[in-house]
Nanobody
Framework: VQLQASGGGLAQAGGYLRLTCAASRRTFSNNGVGWFRQAPGKEREFVAGISWNGASTTYPDSVKGRFTISRDRAKNTVYLQMSSLKPEDTAVYYC?????????????????WGQGTLVTVSS
């Protein structure tokens, strides 16, 4: 599976962005998909996950209520809608395909990764 993340850019605090993760070469429709982010000097952080059928989503407290993950299995695409953005959301965002149908927060459980897309939130 090859993953392509896009949609990053510059937003103001309180604004919104939508990230897209598109799969090619092979479907990831039977896999959970997660979004992670990594800010300079910080560890990679899990920010959202969606199960293979979209029935289950997971968020850490830091983004709960502000980020929404969804997927379109027919288009082999996963989205991350981010709203009420904060400067601390600034990071490179990565999508990744889980080894299973679900999305554990441990990044070692993901075996395919997109290249990352930079999100910058200004205050």
């Amino acid at each position: 599976v090859q993953l392509q993340a896009s949609g990053g850019g510059l937003a103001q605090a309180g604004g919104y962005l939508r990230l897209t993760c598109a799969a090619s070469r092979r479907t990831f429709s039977n896999n959970g998909v997660g979004w992670f982010r990594q800010a300079p000097g910080k560890e990679r952080e899990f920010v959202a996950g969606i199960s293979w059928n979209g029935a289950s989503t997971t968020y850490p407290d830091s983004v709960k209520g502000r980020f929404t993950i969804s997927r379109d299995r027919a288009k082999n695409t996963v989205y991350l809608q981010m709203s009420s953005l904060k400067p601390e959301d600034t990071a490179v965002y990565y999508c990744a395909s889980s080894r299973t149908s679900y999305t554990p927060p441990d990044y070692s459980q993901y075996n395919y990764w997109g290249q990352g897309t930079l999100v910058t939130v200004s205050s």
